[in-house]
């Protein structure tokens, strides 16, 4: 039983909201502001589970999340998707004129982009996490600066919101994975998506063979995502996310991987989020 979770962020930020989404028991949510530390907190068993954001639909794939997983040895038990809304909020009585500065992460500020060219007065300004900025404003009653993030952050921090949904694109997700450093015990049956990762050589056609097998043995590829091997120049190491209707086709495409491909490995066996 989960008791306790890592988030990367704060209380407000969207880990937290995924928090509550996800579990159906109460957790406590340990808050850090790196994916590192919030990592680690799992790895010294100061946390039973952690969440990390993986890919959006709009910024594409958290390319270093994928090699926290892998190089940390850690199993994706689950994942969720969420609507990400961004908002920009400050203290009370201030309008977007009264606004000099905006503070959020890289992501946030990347997907609402758009939405500042029409304020060029306003300097847009990179920080570690959306809600932690929320709540810097709040403890220190900063005027003319503004924070994007969400609308449970305004709430807790005491936030006027300014402006709603300023991301460019409306329909905005972003996929979130709860990893441990063990298996999830559920039930074969349960199970119907998988990530594995492997590395093929540098043939013709060795990733169209890979990827016919997995057709041939019915599964279904929702996402491939290449990430280069440090170590070893022009050699790539290739995430695939699998979504499939029987466990019995999941275990023969294993079984050809493991022969056909390089250091291929299981990163994780789940419900697919998206039925």
């Known amino acids: 039983m989960i008791k306790s979770v890592a988030i990367q962020g704060i209380k407000g930020s969207f880990h937290h909201i995924v928090s509550q ?29 952690a969440i990390m954001a993986i890919e959006n639909s ?31 909020m400050a203290l009370p009585n201030q309008t977007i004129n009264d606004i000099e500065e905006v503070y959020s992460h890289p992501m946030a500020l990347l997907q609402c982009k758009d939405f500042f060219k029409q304020y060029p007065h306003i300097k847009l300004i990179e920080d570690k996490d ?36 300023i991301q460019t694109i409306k329909h905005n997700e972003t996929r979130f994975v709860v990893v441990k450093t063990k298996n999830a015990e559920i039930s074969e049956d349960e199970i119907n998506k998988a990530s594995v990762k492997f590395e093929l050589d540098h043939k013709r056609g060795s990733l169209a063979t ?22 070893t120049p022009w050699k790539y190491a290739f995430f695939v996310d699998l979504t499939f209707d029987s466990y019995k086709d999941f275990e023969k495409a294993k ?20 039925q």
Do not use: W
């Not at 390089?262 to 697919?272: I, M």
């Open 210 to 231: 890979i990827l016919n097998v997995l057709s041939d043995c019915k599964l279904n590829l929702t996402k491939i995502q290449s990430l280069p091997k440090i170590e």
């Open 21 to 49: 989404q996800f579990f159906d028991q109460l957790v406590d949510v340990n808050e850090y502001l790196t994916f590192d530390k919030t990592v680690d907190s799992l790895l010294t068993r100061k946390s039973d589970a």
């Open 130 to 165: 959306t809600a932690e900025v929320a709540q810097r404003i709040q403890t220190h009653q900063i005027k003319n600066v503004a924070a994007i993030a969400s609308q449970l952050a305004a709430q807790l921090f005491e936030l006027k919101i300014i402006s709603e949904s």
């Open 255 to 274: 079984s050809v991987m493991t022969i056909m491909a390089q250091e291929f490995k299981v990163l994780g066996e789940y419900k697919n989020a998206r």
């Open 58 to 88: 709009i910024a594409g794939s958290i390319i270093p999340n994928y090699a926290l997983i892998d190089t940390k040895g850690l199993h994706i038990v689950g994942e969720h998707y969420l609507d990400i809304q961004h908002h920009l």
